[in-house]
């Protein structure tokens, strides 16, 4: 059956989702390849993920400025150019791309290159000319930037998070357009060096996805730093003049209003991948864009899955990988959960203060009438975080009232996307907060505030 | 420095309490003689007196849980002091002060030792059935028996699903095709009903049971009763177990050993008749026990049992008055039941189950047939105290002196 096919499993896109699960698939025996248009890594690794990390590392360290000139060094900024700042951005972003090239090529993995559309159920017509077949076609075509009418994305003063990266040059000021976690990490990057940054969001307070008690600490700490934020706030229009955007704004009561800056990025979520990859020649018709998949994220064909991006599960790197796995496990026969649960996933703001969370809000709590009880800590009860100038943060867990199951965490602070693992992993194992209270923590350390959190849920919080 | 307070024996055959309530909460100021809390025991619901003074800084042992004596349910110290180091002082390492000493652990290392072998075994097997802490707490809060769970976690793990999944089969069954409209209800024991299973259970387990049956001729019982009842007005006349009771008391004088307990490898044979006679309450049963029957009068003994029943029903009977009776009677009658056999009560080696009093044809002697009042009454004996013989010469005595009352003065 095999031999009639070119490949077991043909994986089109090599973003956090594809290329995952092309090494998968090889690992468990599968002959896999991988069709790719641009470059290898996809937006993760090329232009999202990784080179924001490197811009936002670098900014971390242009603000610890004020901690050198504190212990009475005097820094002198006249040679600063932010274009340094951007090609080391890229050199992290081309390391981790030539890093998946080797790994692809170590797992045995045939690396397609090309524009891969779907013309069958088991066929990719690559660039239009050349079909290759494959018993199963993996579809991890991603996402771009999502354009909004009357905001068209120019490259110049209309940008897209893409474009945000590419900038070599720092604006005066700029308007963000969004404030979930691109536009959140953005803001933190653009102030830390020096950028008048305002914020504008429809809804009625930053990062809507996050606990309202987390999104609060990142909402003030950024009030603190000068950073401009207007909730609830409609974009109206954009004009562009005299080198400089103009957008009207609209509060909740009508009231309109204009905001002038050198820029405006536009954050306003993501667009699947999905036209322009043939899902008309299997009759698959889309959803919001998305395409519907159900156990192991196969589509009505059984030969064709589809993963991360393009399909309408939180838009995330690592919920793209975990994906990719299930399905290529799916396909070699194992026998994987049939999807991921929801409420396992971790989320991330790399701004700083940093926010790592998972599960039940208190607010989504709430909604669903649950029973729960919280418990919150703030970073100044920790010895380790006043040593390092790091109070600003809180930890909160959700618990429910009868069972004592966690139901989500949220922490808004130093170290908190990775923080938050501890507790997820306890709430995949279905740990209760005891077994973390009593589990002896490092002294001093940040985790001793998921230690603490957990004792006040158990209601003996030593040092609050 | 903080201390931890334990869990008290509020009675001699206590081994674990249920905080019913607590009566003091963290923060507040406590001194030696006050209640702080009420322990529902075997039987009762008692008040915990403290011996300690300070401040409660932390309840450890909630309301609704259970705790075995020794335990710590609080800890008492100055107010703010850290708690932390005597938090995660190990449960056994707790030197209680004397007066604070269970009444019974002077003594009784074997019974100690012996709960702590049964308690390790039964952890051992608990070990043995892999599941997540949040599983085994939602068991426990179901009152689910997670042997009966296969695990569908990593490595066979029980985890909260499976036990979803097991509520759910469990109450959702469909019964003959059509789905089911009731709901079986789901109800957490009481501290009550769990030491009845428990003792029931040890009872019928550690005693061989074997039971003996006689019919006796109620007649004169009931004839000595309407007489002596007759002058007196409603609320003082002699129930029916007054006088079973004290029957019942001048037979066990004859056979002692039906009047005894078994403890290890010696047999106790009490002094005094202690009897208890079950009585039925809204969550389970108690046996007010009325002393020393053997040396008390028919009215006294009917006065002392009215007393205790009354206690029993406000829940405020001590926990002297219905523990250590040396021989039981369950008394059925009233609720039309024939005959039926009982579960011994412990410390007691024998049980006697009455049945209701009915008019019935008897053939007599001379072959004509007669009607009689005839009670049926069943003897519940351990075999290892009690044997085949012993126990019918008993209730041969016990039937004469009720077929023929003037028999008890003898």
Known sequence: MNSQFNYKVLVIGTGPGGYVAAIRASQLGLKTAVVEKDKLGGVCLNIGCIPSKSLIYQAEVFRSIKQLEHMGAKVDLTGFNYENVFNKSRKSADTL?????????????DVISGEGVITGEHEVTINREKQISAENIVIATGSRPKQIPGFEFDGEYVLSSTDALFIKKLPKSMIILGAGAIGMEFAHIFNAFGVDVHIVELMDYILPMEDRETADVLHKSFLKRGIKISVSTKAVSLNKQNGLVELVTEDKDGNKDSLQ???????????????????????????????????????????????????????????????????????????????????????????????????????????????????????????????????????????????????????????????????????????????????????????????????????????? | MAEKLPMLALSPTMEEGIIANWLKKEGDKISSGDVICQIETDKATMDYETTAEGVILKIVVHEGEKAMVGDTIAIVGAKDENITSVLEEPQNAKPAKPSEMPPEKT?????????????????????????????????????????????????????????????KEKTGAPVSGISPVLK????????????????????????????????????????????????????????????????????????????????????????????????????????????????????????????????????????????????????????????????INPPGSAILAIGKISKEPVISEDNSIEIQS???????????????ATGAKF?????????????ALL
């Open chain 2, 184 to 343: 079986d209800q789901v109800v957490e024991l009481s501290g009550k009903r769990k030491i009845i299973a428990e003792r029931m259970t040890e009872s019928m387990f550690s005693a061989p049971h074997f039971y003996l049956k006689i019919k006796i001729n109620a007649g004169s019982m009931l004839n000595a009763r309407n007489k002596l009842n007759a002058p007196l007005d409603d609320k003082n006349k002699i129930s029916l177990n007054a006088f079973l009771i004290k029957f019942t008391a001048e037979a066990i004088k004859k056979h002692p050993v039906i009047n005894s307990s078994l403890k290890g490898d010696t047999l106790t044979l009490h002094a005094n008749i202690d009897i208890g006679i079950a009585v039925e309450l809204k969550d389970g049963l108690i046996t007010p026990v009325v002393r020393n029957c053997a040396g008390k009068g028919i009215i006294q003994i009917d006065r002392e049992l009215k007393q205790l029943i009354e206690k029993a029903r406000n829940n405020t009977i001590r926990n002297d008055e219905f523990t250590g009776a040396t021989f039981t009677i369950s008394n059925l009658g009233s609720y039309a039941i024939d005959e039926f056999s009982a579960i």
């Open chain 1, 97 to 109: 791309s030539k890093g998946i090239e080797y790994l692809l090529k170590k797992n045995n993995v």
């Open chain 2, 374 to 388: 005839v009670m049926r009454v069943t003897l519940s004996c351990d075999h290892r105290v009690i044997d085949g």
């Open chain 2, 107 to 167: 003594g009784s290392i074997d019974r100690e030792y012996d709960k702590n072998a049964r308690e390790s075994e039964t952890e051992n097997r608990k070990e043995q059935i892999k599941a997540s802490p949040l599983a085994k707490n939602i068991a426990r809060q179901h009152g689910i028996d997670l042997s009966l769970i296969r695990g569908t976690g990593p490595e066979g793990r029980i985890v909260k699903t499976d036990i979803e999944k097991y509520m």
């Open chain 1, 261 to 464: 800056a050198d820029k405006i990025l536009v954050c306003v979520g993501r667009t699947p991948n999905t036209d322009n990859i043939g899902l008309e020649n299997i009759n698959i018709e889309v959803e919001k864009g998305f395409i519907p998949v159900g156990d192991y994220y196969r589509t009505k064909l059984n030969s064709v899955y589809a993963i991360g991006d393009a399909i309408n599960t939180p838009l995330l790197a690592h919920v793209a990988s975990k994906e990719g796995e299930i399905v290529v496990e799916h396909i070699a026969g194992k026998n994987p959960a049939p999807a991921i649960d929801p409420r396992h996933i971790p989320s991330a703001v790399y701004s700083v203060p940093e926010i790592g969370s998972f599960g039940y809000t208190e607010e989504k709590a709430k909604e669903a009438g649950i029973d729960y009880k919280k418990a919150v800590i703030p970073y100044k009860a920790s010895g380790k975080s006043i040593a390092v100038e790091h109070t600003e943060g809180i930890v909160k867990i959700i618990i429910d009232s009868k069972t004592n199951e966690i139901l989500g965490a949220h922490i808004a602070g130093a170290g908190a996307a990775d923080l938050i693992h501890e507790i997820l992993l306890a709430k995949t194992s279905e740990l209760l907060p005891q077994d973390i209270a009593t589990m002896i923590h490092a002294h001093p350390t940040l985790s001793e505030l998921v230690m603490e959190s957990m004792r006040a849920a158990c209601g003996w919080a030593v040092h609050i």
């Open chain 2, 395 to 407: 209730l041969a005595e016990l039937k004469n002196i009720i077929e023929n009352p003037v028999n």
